[in-house]
């Protein structure tokens, strides 16, 4: 039985174990369940905890990590983990990918702009991934070849192709040199665009998939903060740099996602290679 007929038929694929639709009707409904807990520590006073500098930990990062990692063993106990907290088996050849919080600092400081972030990677490409801002409930997916969606309506790239136009994020974070950043900041400018940073690669991603940012550029990400954004700005339309493979998967790298009007300039500007 050919993987096409298992899928007509609904059915077990004896290659892949469970099929991707059931994969992605679970995504989508165990992310909304991790954003529900992690609204009952929203709005709360909490003394900060750092794992690093200017690196943030509140104990919902692992609450929420801890529900979607039991989740997934119980739903799919022949796919791998990998998550920010607790790490993981990174080139499993089934993988999610988890973000618990992204924008911890956000969250932290009861600011309504973090997400959690859930990529599912076989043989280490994204097949689909989910981003979800559990304040405004704003749940934005992508399926390999299938396009992007933001609560189930699709999405697109935005048409501005001018830089004077343009909204660009760059991320930054301890692991980037200070010269390196002013630098890139500085060429951006010069080329014309608005810079920004709101503090969720995630959401900065997904922003660029549904037309709220022209672009979102970053030296260094790790896995978890960046897979399922850059499959959704692809399948928005938008061009993106490669980060397929268990190097990337367990490293990070960097990062760069474009309107295709926009990309080239800022790709030579920031030094990232578009795929
Ligand atoms: C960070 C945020 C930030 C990005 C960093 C990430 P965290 O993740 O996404 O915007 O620039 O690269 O590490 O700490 O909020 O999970
Ligand atoms: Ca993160």
Known sequence: MNARLCNDLDVENPWTGPMLHEKVDFCKQVIVRAGDLVMEGFGQARTMQMKGPQDYLTEFDGRCEALLRQAVADAFPGDGFFGEEGGGAGNAPR???VDPIDGTANFARNIPHFCIAIAYVENGRA???AIY?????ELHFARRGEGATLNGRPIRVSAVASAQAA?????WSSRIEKGDYLETMSGLLDLGLNVRRAGSG?????????GRNE??????????DCVAGLLMVEEAGGRICSFEGDE???RGGPV?????????????VVGIQLA
């Open 256 to 268: 760069l996602a474009s309107v295709p009007g926009l990309a080239d300039s800022i790709s030579r």
């Open 167 to 171: 909204t660009v994020e760059l991320g």
């Open 127 to 129: 097949e689909f991934g």
């Open 215 to 224: 672009a979102y550029a970053e030296r260094h990400m790790n896995s978890w």
């Open 202 to 210: 995630a959401l900065g991603l997904a922003y660029v998939a549904d």
């Open 133 to 137: 801002n559990p304040v405004l409930r």
């Open 248 to 250: 990337k998967i367990l």
């Open 95 to 97: 993988l999610w990918v």
